[in-house]
């Protein structure tokens, strides 16, 4: 596009002559005006490249009116036409307003024109710089989170391997705690049976972490079977379950399950994802609180929310919310959360935590519909049935 040029000078006969060597010389666009209010005011529609002004003008100025264009339009090159004996407010011009250059009247065209050409042509390599700066910074940005991504998953990766082997071991022992059941069935003597029962409880919970613990050690690689479903209706089985949680006890769980997208999961997963949820929602509730778990479609897939009006996460906890093994609780083992997070990505979706100290936490799970994951298979049918045109 051409440059748009616009000549400011009281004087009709300086810019009648100015605007018609301008026309002349180039192909630019050249506006012309003897009040600098009404060139302003013309500048609304049609932002200016360049803007040649008279120093001397009765209504605004030049120097004024250069500020005022220099506010409104940073990158316009500016130019101030002075007779000799101004060229002192001229040169301070220069450096307070930030104009490009002073051409001294009477003016040469050729010497003129070279002065525009170049202070265009900076222009352009200033905004090239800027550009060229923002991408390098974005870059710089994009590189830095790579890096926190990829110390995090070492990290993640030594944790894995110390947790694999210790709860391969862990199991092995566990193991043989389990002769505490046979010592309760065999046993005439109450209070022996009654010991032995407290240690079968206590395998069974030690079991059941040594599981867990299982879980979070093995690799993100490893494929599950992944079917159709309701995902509501799995959020309903994992509600059934927790109902004889005894760290729910009289927290109110109010489930919204009307929407009912499908996704491609593994049940078994996502009810785990829910139960780890609404447990940690329901942990950090007073009795008689609510718990909301909320199904809808979005984007295509499922969101699932599970928000609690309870203690919240200070800044501090939420920064560390991703490492293994941290918890605030006396009991917790700090993988729910993380485990939680791999599933769901496992599955193509994503989790987000919000939450405010004293206000609560509303955790967000999204999951892909059927659509999305389903694609290629569906690519794959309709070429062999060669009915590509009409679909349902
Ligand atoms: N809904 C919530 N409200 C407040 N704090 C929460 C909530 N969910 C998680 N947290 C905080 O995040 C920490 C980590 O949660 P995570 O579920 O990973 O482990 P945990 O609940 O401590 O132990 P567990 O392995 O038994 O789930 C918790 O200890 C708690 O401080
Ligand atoms: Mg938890």
Redesign the pocket.
């Known amino acids: 596009m051409a440059p748009r040029v616009y000549v400011v000078d009281d004087d009709a006969l300086v810019t009648e002559s100015l605007g018609t060597a301008l026309r002349l010389e180039t192909d630019w666009e050249v506006a012309t005006f003897n009040d600098a209010r009404v060139a302003l005011a013309e500048m609304d529609g049609a932002p200016p490249d360049v803007v040649l002004s008279d120093l001397k003008m009765p209504a605004l100025p030049g120097i004024a009116f250069l500020g005022k264009v220099r506010e409104r339009f940073p990158t316009a090159v500016l130019l101030l036409l002075t007779g000799y004996a101004d060229k002192e407010s001229a040169i301070r011009a220069i450096n307070e307003v930030g104009i490009w250059q002073y051409v001294e009247k009477p003016w040469d065209t050729a010497d003129l024109l070279l002065t525009i050409r170049q202070g265009l042509e900076r222009r352009d390599l200033v905004g090239t710089l800027h550009r060229t700066n923002a991408e390098l910074e974005g870059r710089v940005r994009e590189v830095e989170a790579a890096h926190q991504r990829l110390v995090a998953s070492e990290r993640m990766a030594a944790v894995g391997r110390v947790a694999a082997g210790l709860a391969h071991e862990l199991g092995n022992q566990l193991a043989l705690v389990g002769y505490a059941e046979a010592i309760a069935a065999r046993t005439e003597d109450r209070k022996v049976k009654q010991f032995a029962e407290v240690i079968v409880a206590a395998q069974r919970r030690l079991a059941a972490m040594v599981d ?1 613990l299982k879980d979070f050690a093995r690799g993100t690689d490893e494929e599950y079977a992944r079917e159709p479903a309701d995902v509501a209706g799995v959020v309903e089985e994992a509600l059934q379950i927790l109902r004889f949680d005894r760290e729910l006890t009289g927290r109110k769980l109010r489930p919204h399950l009307r929407a009912r997208p499908l996704g491609r999961i593994h049940r078994g997963k996502i009810m785990q994802v829910v139960i ?1 949820l609404v ?3 329901a ?2 509730s007073e009795i008689g609180d609510e718990v909301e778990i909320a199904i809808a479609e979005e984007d295509g897939g499922t969101l699932l929310k599970v928000s ?1 009006r ?4 200070s800044a501090a ?1 939420q920064a560390r ?1 991703g490492e293994p093994f ?4 006396e009991r ?7 485990i939680s997070r791999r599933i769901v990505e496992e599955h193509g979706g994503r989790l987000v935590v919000r ?1 405010e100290a004293g206000v609560g ?1 509303e ?1 967000s799970v999204w999951l892909p519909g059927l659509e999305v994951a389903a694609t290629a298979t569906e690519t794959e049918t309709e070429t062999e049935t060669g009915t590509g045109t009409g679909t349902a």
């Open positions: 867990e780890n447990r940690n929602a942990q950090a609690d309870g203690t919240g996460m906890v919310l941290f918890t605030t609780k917790g083992s700090g993988l729910g959360l993380g939450s936490t955790v």
